[in-house]
């Protein structure tokens, strides 16, 4: 079979995807050892990565947006099912099973960083540290927040486990290489297999702009 190599990730999804590793990172670290201004700022900056990955979802590359890549429930259990067989890898995007953890990382990315705005880390609730919109609600709105981020927390170190353990399996048990493409962009398919269409990075540009504005609108306004 011939095989060539195409170009299946745009580089907004690489950086947004590098990125969220490294902030996902600085933030467990600086919650952890209480480096909130680091913490609060790395929050924000996950916002903004996962707005922008929704909007990047709607408008931009072909194989990046949600109506391409989510199937059917019935087509993820499929998937799964053929996981211990080998066969060529003729997929562009997230396969069926993929798609629905990107949908569930993002959700949980978005619980995880709204609910901190909102938060406080002081058990007898004197407000001594709190998330910046935090005494813009009543106490028992802000509780219940607090409860939020820390039990997000741990279904997102779990899906985030998953995720790397599906990768490596993929990997290991099928022969799928997913990791360069994330990150060089390029994937080896079956020469039939046709590149997706690829958004421009100024629009990628502008809708990250959009993001940053609106997180930032959203914080001093709220
Ligand atoms: C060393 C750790 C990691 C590796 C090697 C890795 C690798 C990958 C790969 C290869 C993909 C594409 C999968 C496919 O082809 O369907 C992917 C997608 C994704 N990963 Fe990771 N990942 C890692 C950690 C993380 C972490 C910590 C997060 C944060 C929650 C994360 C969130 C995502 C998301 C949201 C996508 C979808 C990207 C998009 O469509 O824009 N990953 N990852």
Same mark, same amino acid.
């Given at each position: 079979?011939?095989?060539?190599?195409?170009?299946?990730?745009?580089?907004?999804?690489?950086?947004?995807?590098?990125?969220?590793?490294?902030?996902?990172?600085?933030?467990?670290?600086?919650?952890?050892?209480?480096?909130?201004?680091?913490?609060?700022?790395?929050?924000?900056?996950?916002?903004?990565?996962?707005?922008?990955?929704?909007?990047?979802?709607?408008?931009?590359?072909?194989?990046?947006?949600?109506?391409?890549?989510?199937?059917?429930?019935?087509?993820?259990?499929?998937?799964?099912?053929?996981?211990?067989?080998?066969? /060529? &890898?003729?997929? #562009? %995007?997230?396969?069926?099973?993929?798609?629905?953890?990107? $949908?569930?990382?993002?959700? @949980? !990315?978005?619980?995880?960083?709204?609910?901190?705005?909102?938060?406080?880390?002081?058990?007898?609730?004197?407000?001594?540290?709190?998330?910046?919109?935090?005494?813009? /609600? &009543?106490?028992? #709105? %802000?509780?219940?927040?607090?409860?939020?981020?820390?039990? $997000?927390?741990?279904?997102? @170190? !779990?899906?985030?486990?998953?995720?790397?353990?599906?990768?490596?399996?993929?990997?290991?048990?099928?022969?799928?290489?997913?990791?360069?493409?994330?990150?060089?962009?390029?994937?080896?398919?079956?020469?039939?297999?046709?590149?997706?269409?690829?958004?421009?990075?100024?629009?990628?540009?502008? !809708?990250?702009?959009?993001?940053?504005?609106?997180?930032?609108?959203?914080?001093?306004?709220?």
């Amino acid at each position: 079979m011939e095989i060539s190599r195409i170009r299946i990730w745009d580089r907004p999804v690489r950086l947004f995807h590098w990125s969220l590793i490294l902030l996902v990172a600085t933030s467990y670290a600086s919650g952890k050892g209480g480096a909130w201004t680091l913490h609060y700022a790395s929050g924000y900056a996950i916002l903004t990565l996962v707005l922008f990955r929704i909007l990047w979802g709607f408008f931009g590359s072909e194989n990046a947006r949600f109506a391409h890549f989510l199937k059917s429930p019935v087509a993820a259990l499929r998937q799964l099912a053929r996981l211990t067989k080998r066969d /060529v &890898d003729r997929e #562009t %995007s997230h396969n069926p099973a993929g798609g629905w953890m990107v $949908v569930a990382l993002l959700a @949980l !990315l978005f619980a995880q960083a709204f609910s901190g705005l909102f938060a406080n880390h002081d058990p007898g609730f004197s407000y001594s540290q709190h998330g910046p919109l935090a005494l813009k /609600v &009543d106490e028992a #709105t %802000s509780e219940s927040l607090s409860a939020l981020h820390l039990a $997000v927390q741990r279904y997102l @170190l !779990l899906a985030i486990a998953l995720h790397v353990l599906a990768i490596m399996a993929y990997k290991l048990v099928k022969g799928h290489e997913l990791v360069m493409p994330m990150l060089t962009g390029e994937k080896l398919v079956p020469t039939a297999v046709r590149a997706p269409r690829l958004a421009s990075g100024r629009l990628a540009l502008g !809708l990250f702009i959009l993001a940053g504005a609106s997180v930032f609108v959203f914080i001093r306004f709220f």
